[in-house]
C-alpha cells in the first residue's frame, strides 16, 4: 500500500520505519524536511506539503505534537483540506483531547473522506516493532479498513467506539503513569539517604506492591533518572508529559470534574521544565523530586544522602 506519513517526530519516524520494513511505499512530510532523510535514503517519497502527501496516498497516518500542530497540518495553507480527500483513508496518531478528534472527523468526512483515530500506548521502541497498543475511535466499517495497517503497527488494537472514544482512553492510560512518575520520586526520597544503589531500589519495587509496568519495561532508564542523569534516547520528553496533563485536566473540566492529583503533579512538571528538565525523557521524572529535596535539605543545612 501506499502510505503518507505526516509528523516526523519520535513516534511519526518510529512509525515510518516499521511500515516501511513491512514492504509499504511511503510519501512523508515534516515541517522540518531534514527529518525525512534517513526514511528517504530507504526509498521514501518526501511530499512538498500536506497536501502533497494526501494526493499521493492511499491512506494517510498523522502523528504530531498537539492541536495547534493538527490543524496547522489539517487546515494550513497547504494543509490536508485544501485537497481532494474523498475516499481516502485518514488513521490520526496524535495525542490531542476528544473534541479535537471529532472535529476533524467532521470536516474529512463533509469532503467525503474516511477518518479513524488512534492514539497509541507504547514508546518508540515497541513502535519500531509493531508491539504498540493502539487506542482506536471510529465507526466499525472504517475501522475494519484500517485494520490492516493498525495490525503491523500494534500488538492489541481497541476499538473504543466512535471517534473520540480512542482519545478519552488515551489520556484515561496515561494519566497513572504521570502521576507514578511523581509518587516514584516521592516515594525514592524517603529512602534515597539509605545509599542504596537506584537499579536495586527498581528491582525491589518491581517486585512488590509499589511496582508498575513501567519498572519493568523501563527500569534501567528509571534508575539513570534517580540519579540525576538524563536518561538516554528520549522516547517522550517532560514537556509531552504536561501537554498530556493539562489535556486531561481540560477533559475532566468539561465532564464536569476536578483531577486533584493531576493538576498537583502538573505544576511539579511545570517546576521542572523551568529547571531545565523539560527536554529530557520522561523516565527522568522519578528523579526530580528526590533532587529538589536533596538541594533544599542542603540549603536548610541537613544532610540529603
Known sequence: MRIG??????MGAALAMRLQGCGHDLVVWNRTPGKAKTLVEAGAVLGESPAAVVEQSEAIISCVLDSNALEAVFGGKHGILTTDVE????????????RTQRALAERIASKGGVYVECPVSGSTGPAREGRLIGLVGGAPDDVARARPVLDQLCRRVEHAGPVGAGASLKLAVNLPLVVYYQALGESYSLCRHLGIEPERIVDLFSD???GA??????GPMVAKGMRGEDPQ???FDV????????NMIAEGLELGFSLPVAERVLSVYDEASRQGWGERDGTSLAGYWPS????GASENGTTGG
Open 239 to 246: 514537556d509531552s508529559f504536561r501537554k498530556d496533563l493539562r
Open 5 to 10: 506519513i505526516i509528523g516526523l517526530g519520535r
Open 233 to 235: 534516547p528520549v522516547t
Open 208 to 210: 512488590t506492591s509499589g
Open 87 to 98: 475516499g481516502k483513508l485518514f488513521i490520526e496518531m496524535s495525542t490531542v483531547r476528544p
Open 292 to 295: 529538589r529535596a536533596a538541594d
Open 213 to 218: 509496568n513501567i519498572l519493568k519495561a523501563r
